[in-house]
């Protein structure tokens, strides 16, 4: 890389997020933690300099518009007005499941929606003249292969990420002709902090119908999206990758 170039990752103070910005960091770019949570986002930035990355910190609610659009703009004064890349991670995992659909209530349904599929919509939206400015880009979402799979009880968390797998492909459509690839990633079952939740049964299921049986760790997934944020992929884009060692197959 002869210059370096800026990727965001939302929700990067932890588990596959901070894993991500970790990877882009060690592949050369400028890595902003876009983080909720200021102690969380401020500890990851703190690591990540300690490791020789490049690195700063942003504090970002995905599911307020403001605090998007104030993340925007503090992302244009630290990159002049440019970005080269997006990964759009940030979203609520953590002890989600165990009901039916039909005894979701509307304000859960609603508050999961709002962050997992209107979040990277806000966000892309909020950053996307930037990476127009910068004449071409790198978008990769974060799904989930329950959407793929349809896990019970679960429905409203599957219902977001169907609907992020398929704003990947609107987003892609539009975006393709200014050099702008956008693909998202869907991840199995992933041992880290937002997993420690959820029950027994679900990793259990996990265990037994793997093509590769072992947990499935963050950095299964950051050689993917490393290679999504590449120059190497600039043909692709509006596809969806299940990596879940081979719970789904398609």
């Known amino acids: 890389m002869t210059e370096r170039r800026t990727v965001v990752v939302t929700g990067a103070g932890r588990g596959l997020g901070l894993a991500t910005a970790r990877r882009a960091g060690a592949d050369g770019f400028h890595v902003v933690v876009a983080e909720l949570r200021e102690e969380w986002g401020e500890k990851a930035v703190a690591e990540l300099r ?20 104030e993340m925007a703009a503090a992302v244009g004064g630290l ?57 071409a880009g790198r978008i990769v979402n974060v799904a989930s292969d329950a959407a793929l799979y349809g896990s019970p009880r679960l429905a409203h968390y599957i219902a977001s990420k169907g609907a992020l797998i398929a704003l990947t492909r ?20 992933t ?14 299921l996990y265990r037994l119908n793997r093509a590769i049986s072992r947990p499935q760790q963050p950095d299964d997934l950051t050689g993917l999206i490393a290679f999504l944020l590449s120059e190497e992929s600039r043909y692709l884009t509006g596809q969806t990758v299940a990596v879940n060692g081979g719970f789904t197959m398609h």
């Not at 041992?191 to 259990?204: A, D, F, K, L």
Request: one cysteine or more; proline letters at 5%; glycine letters at 12%.
């Open 50 to 69: 300690g490791e020789g990355l490049a690195a700063d910190f942003v504090r970002c609610d995905v599911g307020d518009p403001a605090s998007v659009a």
């Open 79 to 135: 990159t002049g007005g440019t970005l080269y890349g997006l990964v759009n991670n940030a979203g609520l995992a953590d002890a989600v499941g165990g009901r039916y659909f039909h005894e979701i209530e509307v304000e859960d349904f609603d508050r999961i929606m709002t962050v997992n599929a209107r979040g990277p919509w806000l966000v892309a939206k909020a950053l996307l003249p930037l990476i127009l400015a910068n004449g």
């Open 170 to 189: 609107a987003m892609a459509r539009e975006t393709g002709d200014h050099g702008i690839t956008v693909n998202a990633v869907a991840p199995g079952l």
């Open 191 to 204: 041992e880290s902090e937002s997993s420690e939740r959820i029950p027994e049964e679900r990793h259990t």
